[in-house]
T-cell receptor, first 113, second 112 residues
């Protein structure tokens, strides 16, 4: 039969607004987290990472927040631009056990001009 | 620095055939991982190589295999292709597992 595609949550924002993309991760032993941006026809592009000994990390226009208590990760993008339109994935890794990334299902960010 | 290079970009194969995909990591990166991306399952880990040794393997059948050469270049092979193997196959390299992973643009495999 037909395969059912993953239903990607969509976040639609106006250009210039701030965006917040959320992610619930699965493994309480995960100690390293990465946000990736994937544009159509391209591979995932590294945005920012955070280790479990931190709860916040800032980059250029982006901030990642980590709440280990509820296993939640968020990506904040300031002054969202049309070029930010893409699918955003969070990924987790347990550096002490394995060297593989476990990806979330992704969020489609649509920036309206 | 050149990025992660994957070849070919697109591939069409027939059921039952086998296919080999190639990945050249960033210079100096010794760890190479492979992922499968499909609309139904998302991004899933296939395997990871470091210094020519497979260190980790995901939950894929034995038809999926890989290897790494002394120059860190990696290949993955899928034998007896099935329609469900149609996917974007992504390769990622890293200089260390907590330094982030850089992905290539992928190989789009279509099995007909």
């Amino acid at each position: 039969g037909e395969s059912v595609g993953l239903h990607l949550p969509t976040l639609s924002v106006q250009e210039g607004d701030n965006s917040i993309i959320n992610c619930a991760y699965s493994n309480s032993a995960s100690d390293y987290f990465i946000w990736y941006k994937q544009e159509s026809g391209k591979g995932p592009q590294f945005i920012i990472d955070i280790r479990s000994n931190m709860d916040k990390r800032q980059g250029q226009r982006v901030t990642v927040l980590l709440n280990k208590t509820v296993k939640h990760l968020s990506l904040q993008i300031a002054a969202t631009q049309p070029g930010d339109s893409a699918v955003y994935f969070c990924a987790e890794n347990n550096l002490r056990a394995t060297n593989k990334l476990i990806f979330g299902t992704g969020t489609l960010l649509a920036v309206q001009p | 620095k050149a990025g992660v290079t994957q070849t070919p970009r697109y591939l069409i194969k027939t059921r039952g055939q086998q296919v080999t995909l190639s990945c050249s990591p960033i210079s100096g990166h010794r760890s190479v991982s492979w992922y499968q991306q499909t609309p139904g399952q998302g991004l899933q880990f296939l395997f990871e190589y470091f210094s020519e040794t497979q260190r980790n393997k995901g939950n894929f059948p034995g038809r999926f295999s890989g290897r790494q050469f002394s120059n860190s270049r990696s290949e993955m092979n899928v034998s007896t292709l099935e329609l469900g193997d149609s996917a974007l196959y992504l390769c990622a390299s890293t200089e260390g597992q907590d330094y982030g992973y850089t992905f290539g643009s992928g190989t789009r495999l279509t099995v007909v």
